[in-house]
C-alpha cells in the first residue's frame, strides 16, 4: 500500500472551473507540501503545512489554496481553474527528525485544464 | 539570485559508468540532495549531502563539494531499469524553514 496517496491521478476539466486534489499519508509526517512540476522546470512549491494549524504560501501559490484537515490529509484547491496550471502535480511528505531532508512523494495527479 | 544548473540530457551505455553533474548558486547553502523520477513516476529519494565527500549506496554514489558549489551523482555498473530523470536539490537556510531550490532535472538514456 503507498504511504502517500493522491487521488484523482488524472483529471481533465474546464477553464473556469473549481477542482480539489486530495493527498492522505499514512506515514505520520507532520509536514506535507504540494508541488508543481512543469516539463523542463523541475518541482516548484505551491504551499505547505507544518502541522495542522500551520499553512504556508511557497513560490507559487496564486491560484490555488490548500486545506489541512487532519494530520494525515493536505487537499489542494484550484478555485478557478485555467490552462496554464496543467500540470503533474505531487504531494509529499517528510519528517526531519526521523528522516532528516527527504521527501517521500505520492504518485502525481495530472492536471489538464482545457 | 539562487539557480541549479544539470545538464538536460546525458547518454550512457548499459554496464558503464555516469556521472551527472549539479552546479548551485545560493548563498543559504545547507545541503545537496538528489531525486530519481521514472517516466510517469513519483521523484524518490536518493541520497543527501550535506558535507564535502562522497556518500555511497549500492551502485550510486554522491558526492558534494562546498568551495566549488558543485556536486555529482555517479551511477555505476548502470542498468536499463536506471533510465530515468534524476533531480538535484538544494536545501536553502535562506528560505523560509529551509526550502528546497531543485534543478531542472538530466534525462538519463542507456542503451545496450
Known amino acids: 500500500d503507498a504511504d502517500v496517496t493522491q487521488t484523482p491521478r488524472n483529471r481533465i476539466t474546464k477553464t473556469g472551473k473549481r477542482i480539489m486534489l486530495e493527498c492522505s499519508q499514512t506515514?505520520?509526517?507532520?509536514?506535507m507540501y504540494w508541488y508543481r512540476q512543469d516539463p523542463g522546470l523541475g518541482l516548484r512549491l505551491i504551499y505547505y503545512s507544518f502541522d495542522v494549524k500551520d499553512i504556508n504560501k511557497g513560490e507559487i501559490s496564486d491560484g490555488y489554496s490548500v486545506s489541512r484537515q487532519a494530520q494525515a490529509k493536505f487537499s489542494l484547491s484550484l478555485e478557478s481553474a485555467i490552462p496554464n496550471q496543467t500540470a503533474l502535480y505531487f504531494c509529499a511528505t517528510s519528517d526531519p527528525a526521523r528522516e532528516g531532508g527527504k521527501l517521500f512523494f505520492g504518485s502525481g495527479t495530472q492536471l489538464s485544464v482545457l | 539570485g539562487q539557480s541549479l544548473e544539470q545538464p538536460s540530457e546525458v547518454t550512457a551505455v548499459e554496464g558503464a559508468i555516469v556521472q551527472i553533474n549539479c552546479t548551485y548558486q545560493?548563498?543559504?547553502?545547507?545541503?545537496l540532495s538528489w531525486y530519481q523520477q521514472h517516466d510517469g513516476g513519483a521523484p524518490t529519494f536518493l541520497s543527501y549531502n550535506a558535507l564535502d565527500g562522497l556518500e555511497e549506496t549500492g551502485r550510486f554514489s554522491s558526492f558534494l563539494s562546498r568551495s566549488d558549489s558543485y556536486g555529482y551523482l555517479l551511477l555505476q555498473e548502470l542498468q536499463m531499469k536506471d533510465s530515468a530523470s534524476y533531480f538535484c536539490?538544494?536545501?536553502?537556510?535562506?528560505?523560509?524553514?529551509?526550502?528546497?531550490?531543485w534543478g531542472a532535472g538530466t534525462k538519463l538514456i542507456i542503451k545496450p
Open positions: 536539490a538544494v536545501r536553502d537556510v535562506r528560505r523560509s524553514n529551509y526550502q528546497l531550490i
Open positions: 545560493t548563498s543559504g547553502f545547507y545541503g
Open positions: 506515514k505520520g509526517h507532520d509536514r
